[in-house]
């Protein structure tokens, strides 16, 4: 089925440690996003994508690095968790002019 | 930068009621403005956009939604609530492409939460 898949929906790990938060879509969208979604603060841009090996930071990129060496697949990774990084990722997809598909997010939790 | 205000994080009706859900935005070109709709568990899911055609545009689920480019304004509404309709609502505005901007980069609002009562 045509659509966009992040991958683990759960993960808890701890402070220090690296993770890393799965996309995929089946779209072949162009543009690629990462949201983080806290209460209080609504979704915020972390890093996005505009092809393949083109990336760019957004509004709260410390922390984290993303790559794109295909066009379908984003992956978010946190090198060195922190507490503060705990929160609800979403990734998001579109096409040009077209608005934004999301993902049912990843919840992750640094303890 | 842009900003997207959604005034009210938290409004409350009565099943039948009208819905009103306000945004106003800021930015130095017409922007392209959008209402997304997140259930919970999910990801969100797009209501309606502007993208400076008709200043009234219609939605899914009987939403619509009213730019004035005099207030900076995009309010949602809905004559008659249903319970289906609680939710948290996201208010997001992009640059208009038209104009230089990006219309990729969406920048959301904090969100307002729909409850509906019976």
Same mark, same amino acid.
């Given at each position: ?111 | ?8 994080? *938290? ?19 017409? $922007? ?42 995009? *309010?949602?509404?809905? $004559?008659?609530? *249903? ?13 208009? $492409? ?19 009562? $019976?």
């Amino acid at each position: 089925d045509a659509g966009i898949t992040q991958s683990p929906r759960y993960k808890i790990t701890e402070t220090g440690r690296q993770v890393t938060l799965m996309c995929h879509q089946t779209w072949s969208h162009s543009y690629m996003f990462w949201y983080r979604q806290d209460l209080g603060h609504g979704l915020r841009l972390i890093y996005y994508s505009a092809a393949a090996d083109i990336t760019d930071k957004g509004e709260v990129p410390d922390g984290y690095v993303v790559s794109r060496s295909k066009t379908e697949n984003f992956p978010l990774t946190l090198e060195s968790a922190t507490r503060s990084q705990t929160s609800v990722y979403f990734c998001a997809s579109s096409g040009t002019g077209g608005p934004l598909h999301f993902g049912n997010g990843t919840r992750l939790t640094v303890t | 930068a842009q900003s997207v205000t959604q005034l009210g994080s *938290h409004v409350s009706v009565s099943e039948g009621a009208l819905v009103l859900l306000r945004c106003n935005y800021s930015s130095s070109v017409p $922007p392209y403005l959008f209402w997304y709709v997140q259930y919970p568990n999910q990801g969100l899911q797009l209501l309606l956009k502007y993208t400076s055609a008709a200043t009234l545009v219609k939605g899914i689920n009987g939403f619509e939604a009213e730019f004035k480019k005099s207030e900076t304004s995009f *309010h949602l509404t809905k $004559p008659s609530a *249903h319970m289906s309709d609680a939710a948290e609502y996201f208010c997001a505005v992009s640059e208009d $492409p038209n104009s230089g901007g990006s219309n990729y980069k969406l920048t959301f609002g904090k969100g307002t939460l729909l409850t509906v009562n $019976p």
